[in-house]
């Protein structure tokens, strides 16, 4: 009892961890935070180990985000933690080589852009709807309900391309970073928000640097 006390004490937003300039930093914002990095910069690399280290940043992030009442970004963790196990053995063949990266192409980006306007619509739906079915669990209503639940969609859209090694998964996450950076700055978590300017950074990287290797793959 007193191991798990422990560790439900470890993983609130209140157990501070360190003060930088004033600002308290929880233990659980700070292993998200730089699990998160790691993991994105392994992506754009084409490193498989994005994989097992985005399994630890999901599960850090699932307890952040429900603490600070954005479901949206809290369910999508669960989708986080099983597309990761996916993406780790997709990336792989069994001849140990990567895939190719390639384009969706102009057909399948119009229905990429149809499914995350409806998605966002319905997830804020759903989202809405969690503190009258859960009052116990959602105390409180969700914040930003359609740019929470946009965030999430493509998020979930963009991670599920990164493992088929689509070459507009980056451009989607770019997108993505731009709204999470607004999104995290207005709910008061600095160290989280930063994390995501580095973020947008690497998403802007790994876009040219797969568009590089995508062109190469063109020519061969």
């Known amino acids: 009892m007193t191991d798990f006390l422990l560790l439900k004490q470890s993983l609130s937003l209140e157990f501070t961890m360190i003060e ?7 233990l659980l914002e700070f292993i998200g935070t730089t699990s998160g990095l790691v993991c994105v910069y392994l992506a754009s690399r084409n ?19 429900f603490q600070i009442q954005l479901y949206s970004d809290m369910l999508l963790q669960i989708y986080f933690f099983g597309s990761s196990i996916y993406g780790w053995v997709i990336w792989r063949k069994r001849t140990g080589s990567f895939t190719k990266i390639v384009s969706l192409g102009k057909e399948k980006n119009l229905i990429l852009i149809v499914c995350l306007v409806f998605g966002t619509f319905g997830l804020g739906q759903f989202t809405k709807q969690l503190p009258g079915w859960f009052p116990s669990l ?16 493509a998020s ?3 991670n599920l391309l990164l493992a088929q090694r689509k070459l507009e998964s980056w451009f989607l996450w770019v997108f993505v970073d ?13 160290f989280v928000t930063i994390e ?16 590089q290797e995508y062109l190469v793959n063109q020519k061969r």
């Open 20 to 26: 930088l300039f004033g600002y308290p930093l929880s």
């Open 47 to 65: 490193h498989i180990l994005t994989w097992p280290i985005g399994i630890f940043n999901s599960i850090c992030f699932f307890f952040l985000f």
């Open 138 to 153: 959602f105390v409180k209503p969700p914040d930003f309900l359609y740019w929470d639940a946009f965030t999430t969609v």
């Open 156 to 158: 979930i859209f963009a």
């Open 178 to 190: 731009l709204v999470c950076i607004v999104l995290y700055h207005l709910k008061g978590i600095p």
């Open 196 to 211: 995501y300017v580095v973020f947008l950074l690497i998403a802007f990287y790994g876009s040219w640097h797969w568009y």
